[in-house]
């Protein structure tokens, strides 16, 4: 390579980092850009609040599944504790409130127990989606942020190829010659990005329906103590009621 070859590649890639840093802060300035190019990737910038909602609710998920867990706990430890305590001042009192409290402390920690038996099916819900979240979601934000890059990269082509053709004159050949560079240059870039782009509109659609596929496959476990919990616990609510009635004076 001569030396004039040298020094024209070193100020292509100059040119090339300047525009691409001009159309970064354009972006991160937030000023308005070409309305055109803006509306061509309207599909693609569609996908992607799909893809941060997915990323956001995901965590907000897993941040709710984990408050949960503690607080079932701590929910469970007390109810239990209440239960013992009640069953050991009942066993104490001979009387008929002695063995209301019995029953009653009875319920408590068996429904103590019911309710720490949700903590496995979520600790597996929590599970999935953290596995989720850092396969599946991590593997689409890496496309995304390549999508990014390729996006700056073209759109700060097009601004360079905006700014040439202002000055072109068709009769200069050296004009028309940095043109055609700064055109190839617009295509090539063009090129890399509808690939990426492409990606990620199929990565977003794909991972929307295993996140739905994931839910309704794991949430499916929790559900069925979840529902069934309150029936257990008026079950035991009913049992301590006929208790208290059939241990009224002039009853068995």
């Not at 691409?20 to 190019?37: A, F, P």
């Amino acid at each position: 390579m001569s030396a004039h070859d040298q020094n024209s590649s070193v100020v292509k890639k100059f040119q090339q980092k300047y525009w691409r840093t001009k159309q970064t802060l354009i972006k991160v300035s937030g000023r308005k850009e070409d309305e055109h190019v803006v509306a061509s990737d309207a599909e693609l910038d569609g996908k992607l609040e799909v893809f941060h909602s997915i990323q956001r609710t995901c965590m907000e998920l897993l941040k709710v599944t984990e408050q949960y867990q503690r607080r079932i706990c701590n929910f469970s430890q007390e109810e239990n504790e209440l239960g013992v305590f009640l069953r050991a001042q009942g066993s104490r009192d001979k009387t008929r409130a002695g063995k209301i409290m019995q029953a009653t402390g009875k319920a408590l920690c068996f429904s103590s127990q019911q309710r720490l038996s949700l903590r496995n099916p979520l600790c597996r819900l929590y599970q999935e989606v953290e596995t989720f979240r850092y396969r599946a979601i991590s593997d689409t934000w890496l496309t995304v942020n390549h999508m990014e890059q390729s996006r700056t990269e073209y759109r700060g082509a097009l601004l360079w190829m905006k700014d040439v053709s202002q000055e072109l004159d068709p009769d200069t050949h050296k004009q028309m010659e940095k043109f055609r560079k700064v055109q190839a240059q617009v295509r090539s870039t063009k090129t890399s990005f509808d690939k990426l782009k492409n990606d990620v509109c199929q990565k977003v659609d794909l991972l929307g329906a295993s996140r739905c596929n994931l839910l309704s496959h794991v949430l499916t476990t929790p559900a069925t103590p979840i529902w069934m919990l309150p029936r257990n616990r008026a079950e035991l609510r009913c049992f301590s009621l006929l208790l208290c009635r059939q241990t009224r004076p002039g009853r068995g």
